[in-house]
């Protein structure tokens, strides 16, 4: 590992704002994440798949990984992450180093790679994702990208985060930290308002951006940038500007935040858009920091009305659902800020919480559920940090819960126990942020759960029902 690289992942483990890494110790800390993965806990994604989560959602960048073409080929487009319009995001670009790259290096087809693509897309920038391989040969990347901006006069990023650096989560800080070395405060706005927010961690999933932003717009507030959902280069780079910040998804780019609000004074909180109580908090929140910034009083007069018409009617479509749904027992199966956020979208509408998974949840992810949940400090029957697929099944099979919200790799223990599944993770089709998503969710688990299709598949199959004794005559 390179000294740069093994200096950027100390300082994103000394971050003061991720709790996760300050509750450990000074010697733990620096250990990083040396912690062999057991086999195929590597599908939980590596650091290059991390930075390559938290930045392809800039739209209009070529995305250039530098290394074998199978980890272009893993990482690209597994995630629903759309575009109101560039789609240069969604082609995937690598420079496919071969034997000969690593015995020679492969800076030299790493540079004809960002001609190439200048020359052919002509992008805002190009982001050049480092990789195992091309670490491990010794390729300067940042050297290169250095060499190849001022050759053809456009930013081009280096994403020093190769997979063996450590798990996912750390590679969306490092992608972060290449955000904060190289593009933000490196443009300016044509104009600023009292009203201009950056959100932070929110990467438009299946158009969940475009479910919040109406809301906003409502309130007078204008997203100056989205980092990184749905955004252009052009308003990373001048995101510096904004006068306070939301972050959303359990502080994957808490860095972002806090460093943000240390450089250019911009306040931020932690906020959710799932469930109707979170998400009318966080337009709350939103208007009293930007009123202490400087914005007009009457921006909370204007947001209160709006949350209150907006609740009315989320609320007036979901009462049919609220009789067919109370009692209702659902596994939940996810990480993150969805391990508390959608306990609480769901016990609005009374469905029972058998179990949430809070192995990628921070310290305070887990506060929040316990508070959420009435636990006490020594219930953790409720709070599950590893469940193995044989005890989910078991879960599933024995009718402890009559359905499982999680990603799509559990999906298939929840069929084989013949009970429904609903996906809530990345690769889902439907939007479940702001009000809209709330009473989206909803629709989708009554439909999920009262599918004809169950009755069918736990029927006896023909072939195993007794053979009926024939009459002989």
């Not at 994103?12 to 996760?20: A, M, N, T």
């Not at 040396?34 to 960048?61: H, S």
């Not at 020093?160 to 800080?173: E, I, M, Q, R, T």
């Not at 709006?306 to 049919?320: F, K, N, Q, S, V």
Request: negative net charge; aromatic residues 8%; contains cysteine.
């Amino acid at each position: 590992m390179s000294a740069l690289l093994n200096q950027k992942i100390q300082a994103v483990f000394d971050e003061p704002g991720c709790d996760k890494n300050q509750g450990k110790s000074e010697k733990e800390r620096k250990k990083g994440c040396t912690k062999q993965l057991a086999p195929g806990a590597a599908a939980g994604g590596c650091a290059f798949d991390g930075a390559k989560i938290a930045l392809q959602p800039i739209v209009d960048v070529a995305h250039l990984v530098h290394g074998p073409i199978a980890c272009e080929g893993n990482s690209w487009d597994n995630r629903h992450a759309l575009s109101s319009g560039p789609l240069t995001y969604r082609t995937g670009f690598t420079t496919d180093v071969n034997e000969m790259d690593v015995i020679y290096g492969g800076e030299k087809r790493l540079y004809k790679a960002i001609k190439e693509i200048i020359d052919k897309v002509d992008p805002p920038a190009v982001f050049v994702y480092q990789t195992c391989v091309t670490a491990l040969i010794g390729d300067d990347i940042e050297a290169v990208c250095k060499a190849a901006t001022a050759k053809f006069g456009k930013p081009v990023i280096p994403v020093n985060s190769p997979g063996f650096a450590g798990v996912k989560n750390l590679g969306n800080k490092l992608g972060a930290e290449a955000l904060l070395d190289y593009v933000i405060g490196t443009e300016e706005p044509e104009f600023t308002t009292p009203y201009d927010i950056n959100i932070i961690g929110e990467y438009n999933l299946s158009g969940e951006l475009w479910q919040v932003k109406p809301l906003l717009d409502a309130m007078g507030v204008r997203v100056l940038s989205c980092i990184s959902g749905d955004a252009r280069y052009k308003e990373v780079a001048y995101s510096h500007r904004a006068r306070a910040a939301m972050m959303v998804c359990s502080k994957a780019m808490i860095n972002v935040a806090r460093k943000m609000e240390e450089r250019y004074d911009i306040p931020f909180f932690e906020g959710s858009f799932y469930g109707i109580g979170d998400i009318s908090d966080s337009l709350r929140e939103i208007a009293r920091l930007l009123i202490q910034k400087g914005a007009p009083d009457e921006l909370m007069a204007r947001t209160e009305a709006l949350i209150a018409a907006e609740e009315a009617r989320a609320w007036a479509r979901l009462e049919p659902y609220k009789q067919r749904l109370a009692g209702k027992r659902v596994l939940l199966i996810t990480g993150g800020v969805k391990s508390w956020s959608v306990v609480a979208a769901l016990q609005e509408v009374r469905i029972e919480i058998v179990g949430t998974s809070v192995k990628k949840s921070t310290k305070e992810d887990k506060e929040k559920i316990k508070e959420i949940m009435g636990l006490s400090d020594h219930d953790r029957a409720h709070m599950i940090d590893d469940m193995s697929p044989r005890e989910m099944y078991a879960m599933l099979k024995e009718a402890r819960a009559d359905i499982m919200l999680s990603g799509g790799r559990s999906q298939f223990v929840a069929l084989k126990a013949k009970m429904p599944w609903l996906d809530i993770n990345q690769e889902r089709h439907h939007a479940y942020a702001g009000y809209e998503g709330m009473v989206k969710l909803v629709e989708e688990i009554d439909k999920t759960l009262y599918n004809p299709v169950w009755e069918q598949v736990r029927k006896e199959a023909p072939w195993d029902a007794p053979v009926a004794e024939v009459a002989h005559g």
